[in-house]
């Protein structure tokens, strides 16, 4: 792509390194703020920088966070015996939405992927092991996804935190609310039945 | 969406006012630029904002342009009484790129669209008839977008400038390079036959 402006290039080439926005996505988003009054360019970029700059995490769970706590850890009516290990922020927006879960959470910063160059070291994986070790855990609910890393990641944390005695658990796979069975892959329908449970208690999830 | 932090919440919200970005996509360019170095967000804020505050127009043009006139306007090689009327500078740039035309431009800033609230005075026409009418101007290219917008523009143009008697053209509608005959729509198939040109002037192309 030729410019004809060294500040528009500049431009769209910063704005190309997010991921999912090419060249030509960047230079639509880049026209669209030309025609735009000046404030909200310089809006958005000072919201980016001080977002980017005073952006605390919870020293509990490691949930974004504006204070040292997040609102959950610091909430006395919610469980914190009972942690949810997710991969980021919006897994724990995703489950909140849901209202069906009273506990704490724990954020880990993403998956092993050896691939993307991610190990253990990067995740927060050593304060949640911490956390079990003072005994003041009883359930540990796995909440990654469903893929090879989700369940290396799963393995790797169920190793760490084996001679602790607690209980783990993981959310239940099997066919999506609304879902045809006879579009259902074969791993999830399968595991949908070895993992069947009561009638009775189908009927009070919401 | 109910954020646990209201810069992680300012920022996804300023970033999604931009087209095409929805408040899930700005989520996850957010999240993005917190997890890579604080420089990263700091330089695309601070490129956004020097783009805005000191981008310039060609004056004569309106291409965009670091300087006073753009490159193409200031190529002395080029025919400056053949004008080509674009909607924005991608369409300058698409044009550049076949390296089929050696006149000049004139970008317009947009189309004619009432139901955007776009009328005549907001597009750079008065411009462009005073160009025509110092009579330096020899033929005037349409080469805006083949819909409603885009015909009642070039015929408000048309109407403003046919007094000064020069020639007007609009590029070709027809069938593209490379498509099949059936899958034509009808209306570009019948002009295709209704402007069809020799068949020795078809050869010369590229």
Request: net charge negative; glycine share 6%; charged share 25%.
């Amino acid at each position: 792509m030729e410019f004809s402006s060294k500040l528009l290039e500049n431009a769209v080439n910063e704005m190309s390194q997010l991921p999912g926005i090419g060249k030509r996505t960047a230079l639509r988003l880049v026209l669209h703020l030309l025609k735009q009054p000046k404030e909200q360019s310089q809006k958005l970029a000072a919201t980016l920088v001080k977002m980017r700059d005073e952006i605390n995490f919870c020293a509990n769970c490691h949930n974004i966070s504006d204070s040292k706590l997040c609102e959950i850890c610091a909430n006395p009516r919610r469980d914190e015996q009972l942690v949810c290990v997710v991969e980021d922020i919006r897994d724990v927006m995703a489950i909140e939405n849901t209202s069906q879960y009273r506990g704490h959470y724990h954020v880990l910063g993403g998956k092993i992927s050896p691939m993307d160059g991610i190990g253990p070291g990067d995740l927060t994986i050593t304060s949640l092991v911490e956390k079990v070790k003072t005994g003041n855990v009883r359930e540990l609910i796995f909440a990654l996804s469903s893929t090879m890393e989700g369940d290396t990641t799963n393995f790797y944390i169920y190793k760490q935190i084996e001679p602790y005695n607690i209980t783990t658990t993981t959310i239940a796979r099997g066919i999506s609310v609304g879902d045809e069975l006879e579009y259902a892959d074969e791993v999830t329908l399968g595991r949908s039945i070895l993992h069947r449970i009561p009638f009775e208690s189908s009927l009070k999830s919401t």
